[in-house]
C-alpha cells in the first residue's frame, strides 16, 4: 500500500496514449501504466527532490515569447537525415 509522503520507487512500467475515457483530470497526451508486473519499492526519503512542473504549449506560442527564454518542449522527431 502506498502512503501519503512517503517515496518509492517504480519500474517495469509502459508509457501510451492517454486513454480520456479514464484519464480525465490530465491534459497530457501519454499516460504511464504500471501492471502487475511493476516494481514498486519504498527507499530513503529524498528531500531533495523537488517537484518538476511543466508547462507545455505548441511551437507557435514558444516564438512569441521574447528572448533569451526557457521553454519546455515535447516534441516527436518522424523523420531525420544525417
Known amino acids: ?7 518509492y520507487t517504480f519500474s517495469r512500467g ?5 486513454n480520456r475515457q ?3 483530470g490530465c491534459t497530457h497526451r501519454y499516460e504511464l ?3 502487475r508486473d511493476a516494481l514498486i519499492e519504498e527507499t530513503a526519503d529524498k528531500a ?5 512542473k511543466y508547462s ?3 511551437l507557435h506560442a514558444v516564438g512569441q515569447k521574447n528572448m533569451p527564454c526557457t521553454v519546455d518542449l515535447c516534441a516527436v522527431i518522424v523523420s531525420h537525415k544525417p
Open 14 to 18: 509502459n508509457i501510451r496514449v492517454a
Open 1 to 7: 500500500k502506498l502512503e501519503q509522503g512517503k517515496c
Open 33 to 35: 501504466v504500471f501492471d
Open 56 to 58: 507545455f504549449v505548441d
Open 48 to 52: 531533495s527532490i523537488d517537484t518538476v
Open 22 to 24: 479514464y484519464n480525465r
